[in-house]
């Protein structure tokens, strides 16, 4: 638990989290998000709750212009993977309701499978603070928890959903959302059970 009362990973399941996604076919949930946040030349990205950074170290092996690349997570434990071959990813340790970047600095934010660890309170201002370090002309994509609409997704679900803070997760943060002046663009789910979004700013506005 974060001081916030978040669900941090930590020891034996920070040292493990990579392989166990792995065996769980996260690649696929990596990959939607890659193709989501279609990165352009010199952009500053953001990942929050990055975990052990798979998602980062990824987009960095799929990309060959350059970007500048930060992940931020409340564990240490899972800090100490990511910076593990990390190439030039900075991994840096911070709670998501409270990010330790100026306003307006990301051109994008990405976050996945990470707001479900949050109680509502802390997902609210982690989605503040997101809106607050994207420019006025990003994009935040959101890859979390979904109301199961295949088989598969049910049973992973049923167990995801004995975490108290995954209920209604998805509905809860497309809201903060939507509070925070953003405008979705693109919606859909992958696996079954994990929902993606791609939010920006309404255009002039
Ligand atoms: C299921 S993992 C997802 C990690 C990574 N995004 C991925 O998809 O592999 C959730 C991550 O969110 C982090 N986390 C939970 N609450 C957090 C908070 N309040 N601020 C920052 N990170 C948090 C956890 O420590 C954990 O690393």
Redesign the pocket.
């Known amino acids: 638990m974060?001081k916030?009362g978040?669900?941090?990973?930590?020891g034996f399941r920070?040292r493990f989290?990579?392989k166990i996604?792995s065996v769980c076919g996260?690649e696929r949930?990596?990959r939607q998000a890659l193709s989501l946040l279609k990165p352009r030349a010199h952009e500053r990205l953001l990942?929050?709750?990055?975990?052990?950074g798979?998602?980062l170290k990824l987009l960095r092996a799929n990309s060959s212009i350059p970007l500048a690349l930060t992940g931020?997570?409340?564990?240490d434990d899972?800090l100490h993977e990511a910076r593990k071959n990390a190439g030039d990813i900075s991994f840096q340790y911070?709670?998501?309701?409270s990010l330790p970047f100026r306003d307006k600095t990301f051109n994008a934010v990405v976050?996945?499978?990470?707001l479900?660890?949050?109680p509502c309170e802390?997902k609210k201002k982690?989605i503040g603070e997101i809106a607050r370090v994207l420019k006025k002309d990003g994009r935040v994509v959101i890859?979390d928890l979904f109301r199961p609409n295949t088989r598969l997704g049910g049973f992973f679900s049923f167990w995801f959903n004995l975490h108290s803070y995954t209920k209604g997760n998805w509905e809860f943060t497309i809201g903060e959302i939507e509070q925070n002046g953003f405008i979705a663009v693109k919606e859909g789910t992958v696996r079954g059970f994990v929902g993606y979004l791609v939010a920006e700013y309404p255009q002039g506005g």
């Open positions: 974060s916030h978040s669900d941090t990973i930590t920070a989290y990579s996604m996260a949930v990596y990942d929050v709750g990055c975990g052990t798979t998602f931020v997570d409340a564990s899972m911070a709670d998501a309701s976050s996945i499978l990470a479900h660890h949050m802390v982690a890859l």
